[in-house]
């Protein structure tokens, strides 16, 4: 089954201690990318990733790095989490380049940041 | 720049009442893609549908019909006879062809509630 996996679903912790979220994709997507959605804002783009050692900054990139060794995953790290980081987070990936192809995203994961 | 805008942050209907979802668009690009997601109360985003800026055909899928006219940079999405389990917030959103990297721009997402 096509699908991109992210793990933890939900993740609570504390200011400062750097975590990562992963993001795994089985359809050989070239292009992965993450977003946060926040009340009133809707979704904003943090990174993005056209294909293996190949990323670039989205429009919300501050506080985050993101690596992308191997094709199918593509983990967010926080270094040092603050509560404004406080979201939920959704990988995507898609075929590239081909905007116009359907994004798949991951089920999310829920982060509080104390 | 790119944006979307989505004025109704809430609609609360009736069930089988119609509804429509508004979104406006604004780009300089003259080639682009228009999208609606889905996202139900348990988190996920549900693709709906695409539109090519070049095909400006109404599509119904169902009970679900969508009114795209570029000459008002709008993308509209009308639920028929609503029923409770459209309950979600619904998202439109706009890709670039070229120089986008694939990017999705949302709008900040419409809170449909669909009651009995």
């Known amino acids: 089954e096509a699908q991109v996996t992210q793990n933890p679903r939900y993740l609570i912790t504390v200011t400062g201690k750097k975590l990562t979220v992963t993001c795994s994709q089985n359809?050989?997507?070239?292009?992965m990318s993450w977003y946060r959605q926040d009340p009133g804002l809707g979704l904003r783009q943090i990174y993005y990733s056209m294909n293996v050692e190949v990323t670039d900054k989205g429009d919300v990139p501050e506080g985050y790095k993101v690596s992308r060794k191997e094709k199918r995953n593509f983990p967010l790290i926080l270094e040092s989490p603050s509560p404004n980081q406080t979201s939920l987070y959704f990988c995507?990936?898609?075929?590239?380049?081909?905007?116009?192809?359907?994004?798949?995203f991951g089920p999310g994961t829920r982060l509080l940041v104390l | 720049a790119q944006k979307v805008t989505q004025a109704q942050t809430e609609i609360s209907v009736v069930e089988k009442e119609d509804v429509t979802l508004d979104c406006v668009y604004e780009t300089r690009d003259t080639t682009y893609y228009l999208f609606w997601y889905k996202q139900p109360p348990s988190g996920e985003l549900v693709f709906l549908i695409r539109?090519?800026?070049?095909?400006?055909q109404n599509e119904i899928s169902g009970r679900y019909s969508w009114n795209f006219q570029k000459s008002t940079s709008s993308f509209n999405f009308t639920i028929t006879a609503s029923q409770v389990v459209d309950s979600a917030v619904y998202f439109c959103?706009?890709?670039?062809?070229?120089?986008?990297?694939?990017?999705?721009?949302f709008g900040t997402g419409t809170q449909l509630k669909v009651e009995l």
């Open positions: 359809m050989n997507h070239e292009y």
């Open positions: 995507a990936s898609s075929t590239y380049p081909d905007p116009g192809k359907t994004q798949y």
């Open positions: 959103a706009l890709s670039r062809v070229t120089g986008g990297g694939n990017k999705l721009t």
């Open positions: 539109r090519n800026s070049f095909d400006e």
